[in-house]
């Protein structure tokens, strides 16, 4: 398993640099709950409505 992991390692390490981000967001996303996406949906939503708040005065 270790081999595996530390021949993935170096492969991923001689990547460029935006192909080692693509992977690393690839990798993050698939550590998130199934309901993650929803989560970040609503946290968007709310946070587009603070901004609207904020324009209008109102916060």
Same mark, same amino acid.
């Given at each position: 398993m270790l081999d595996g992991f530390e021949e993935i390692l170096r492969?991923? =390490?001689? =990547?460029?640099? $935006? %192909?080692?981000?693509? =992977? %690393?967001d690839h990798l993050l996303e698939s550590l998130d709950g199934p309901d993650q996406k929803r989560v970040d949906a =609503?946290? $968007?939503?709310?946070a587009k409505q603070k901004l609207r708040e904020i324009d209008e005065g109102k916060a």
């Open positions: 492969a991923s =390490l001689a =990547l460029p640099a $935006g %192909a080692r981000a693509m =992977l %690393a =609503l946290w $968007g939503e709310e």
